[in-house]
């Protein structure tokens, strides 16, 4: 729901700090998630993940959530499927340019991260590189492949993913990026 997902954004900060009690809580479960079995939770995560997610994001089940490194605005509502962004097509007022009537999910998603600070490690991580989307993983539980990806266990496409590496000079690049999206908010308020 569009407001909704809109609220998450100037909540960033806030759902991000629950996220991640959440995220390892359910890497702490794993003993009970491995005796009951991955394959047999897939269906009730990924429900329960549809329905939450869904209503706070709009989230299409990609499978391989970046709502963390994304201020809390889901990529995959972005017309292009873009996952890294904002694109050079933003309009003036912010919106974009696919749908004029909506704001670009990309400026929400600065707008997300430095309202969880752009200098604190959950807000830099806008700066990581997002992968393109593996399509295999469409549909299934991104909580489930986050416990299994720290467990060292193949995710439900079979990958083995590897913890994003370091960023060197992360700092320094944020700081150039975020004054390019303030003055293009500023642009905005004009
Ligand atoms: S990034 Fe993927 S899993 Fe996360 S909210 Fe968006 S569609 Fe859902």
């Known amino acids: 729901m569009y407001p909704v997902?809109?609220?998450s954004v100037r909540h960033?900060?806030?759902?991000?700090?629950?996220?991640?009690?959440?995220?390892?809580?359910?890497?702490?479960?794993?003993?009970?998630?491995?005796?009951?079995?991955?394959?047999?939770?897939?269906?009730?995560?990924?429900?329960?993940?549809?329905?939450?997610?869904?209503?706070?994001?709009?989230?299409?089940?990609?499978?391989?959530c970046a709502l963390s490194s994304t201020g809390m605005s889901c990529p995959m509502n972005c017309p292009?499927?873009?996952?890294?962004?904002?694109?050079?097509?933003?309009?003036?007022?912010?919106?974009?340019e696919v749908k004029p009537e909506m704001k670009c999910v990309w400026v929400q998603?600065?707008?997300?991260?430095?309202?969880?600070?752009?200098?604190?490690?959950?807000?830099?991580?806008?700066?990581?590189?997002?992968?393109t989307v593996d399509h295999r993983l469409k549909g299934k539980s991104s909580w489930l492949r986050v416990v299994r990806i720290a467990?060292?266990?193949k995710d439900q496409a079979g990958n083995k993913p590897k913890p994003p590496a370091a960023k060197p000079g992360a700092t320094k690049d944020l700081a150039a990026v975020s004054a390019s999206v303030q003055a293009k908010k500023e642009g905005q308020a004009a």
């Open 80 to 96: 292009k499927s873009l996952r890294n962004g904002p694109c050079g097509g933003v309009r003036e007022n912010g919106h974009c």
């Open 5 to 7: 997902r809109l609220w």
């Open 151 to 153: 467990k060292g266990l």
């Open 109 to 131: 998603a600065w707008d997300g991260a430095a309202r969880m600070g752009l200098k604190a490690d959950s807000g830099s991580k806008i700066l990581d590189v997002q992968r």
């Open 12 to 64: 960033a900060k806030g759902l991000n700090t629950f996220y991640r009690a959440f995220e390892k809580a359910l890497i702490a479960l794993h003993p009970v998630w491995n005796r009951i079995g991955y394959e047999k939770l897939e269906k009730p995560f990924e429900t329960a993940e549809r329905v939450t997610k869904g209503f706070l994001f709009d989230c299409q089940m990609c499978g391989q």
